[in-house]
C-alpha cells in the first residue's frame, strides 16, 4: 500500500527560528510533491510544490526532494506564531494517486 | 482570486438521514476530488472525476455513498444513510489534467464539517 510517513509532532520551535519538516514516500513512481498548511478547523492551503531533485524556494519556504532516498522535506526559515499549524506532505501525479500523510503540528513559540 | 466552492460549510444530522454536499471547481479545472478528513489524519480520496467521468472510486462505500458530477462542472457527494462514523471534514479539490501541463496541483475549497449524532 502506497504511503507518505511524517512525524506528527508537535515540532516546536522559537519565533524566528528554522523549523524542518520531513516527510518520506513508499511509491517510487510518484512524480510530484506538495506541502499544504492545515490551520484547525480549515482546509488545506498549498504552500508549494516541487518536482525535480533539489531545493525549490519560495519567500521563507524552501522544499528539498531526494528522489532516490524517497524524502522530502520543508523548510520554514524566520518562523513566526502565525505558521504554527499542520503540514501536510502529499505525493503523487503521473496520472496515479496522490496520497496525503497525516501532518506535522508545528508550533512557533513567541 | 479563483476559489473552489462547498456547501453547506457545517452540517449537522441524525443517524440514518441522508446528507448532501456541494463542490463548485475553478473554473477549467476538469479534474474534481471528494475526500475525507478525519480528525488527525491526512486527507483521504473517495472519488475522482475527470470531467463527468469516475476516474477512481475505489476508496467509496458505496453501499451508502454516492457522487456525481453530470454536467462536468459543479459535483454532489451524498450519504444515506448516515453513521455516526461518518463524522468528518469532507473536502473538494480541482486541478488541471496531466495534459494541461498542471502537474494535478489540487486546490482545496473550505470543506463542509458533518457531524453525525
Known amino acids: 500500500q502506497k504511503e507518505v510517513e511524517q512525524n506528527s509532532g508537535p515540532l516546536s520551535v522559537p519565533e524566528g527560528a528554522i523549523a524542518s519538516l520531513n516527510c518520506t514516500y513508499s511509491d517510487r513512481g510518484s512524480q510530484s510533491f506538495f506541502w499544504y498548511r492545515q490551520y484547525s478547523g480549515k482546509s488545506p492551503e498549498l504552500i508549494m510544490f516541487i518536482y525535480s531533485n533539489g531545493d525549490k524556494e519560495d519567500g521563507r519556504f524552501t522544499a528539498q526532494l531526494n528522489k532516490a532516498s524517497q524524502y522530502v522535506s520543508l523548510l520554514i526559515r524566520d518562523s513566526q506564531p502565525s505558521d504554527s499549524a499542520t503540514y501536510l506532505c502529499?505525493?503523487?501525479?503521473?496520472?496515479?494517486?496522490?496520497?496525503f500523510g497525516a501532518g506535522t503540528r508545528l508550533f512557533v513559540k513567541a | 482570486e479563483a476559489e473552489v466552492a462547498q456547501s453547506p460549510r457545517y452540517k449537522i444530522t441524525e443517524k440514518s438521514q441522508a446528507v448532501a454536499f456541494w463542490c463548485d471547481p475553478i473554473?477549467?479545472?476538469?479534474?474534481l476530488y471528494w475526500y475525507r478528513q478525519i480528525l488527525g489524519q491526512g486527507p483521504e480520496l473517495l472519488v475522482q472525476?475527470?470531467?463527468?467521468?469516475?476516474?477512481?472510486d475505489s476508496q467509496l462505500p458505496k453501499d451508502r455513498f454516492s457522487a456525481e458530477r453530470l454536467k462536468g462542472v459543479d459535483s454532489t457527494l451524498k450519504i444515506q444513510p448516515a453513521e455516526l462514523g461518518d463524522s468528518a471534514m469532507y473536502l473538494c479539490a480541482s486541478s488541471l489534467p496531466l495534459l494541461a501541463g498542471g502537474h494535478e496541483t489540487q486546490y482545496f475549497g473550505p470543506g463542509t464539517r458533518l457531524l453525525v449524532l
Open positions: 472525476f475527470q470531467d463527468e467521468s469516475v476516474v477512481d
Open positions: 502529499a505525493a503523487g501525479g503521473g496520472g496515479f494517486k496522490t496520497i
Open positions: 473554473s477549467g479545472h476538469a479534474t
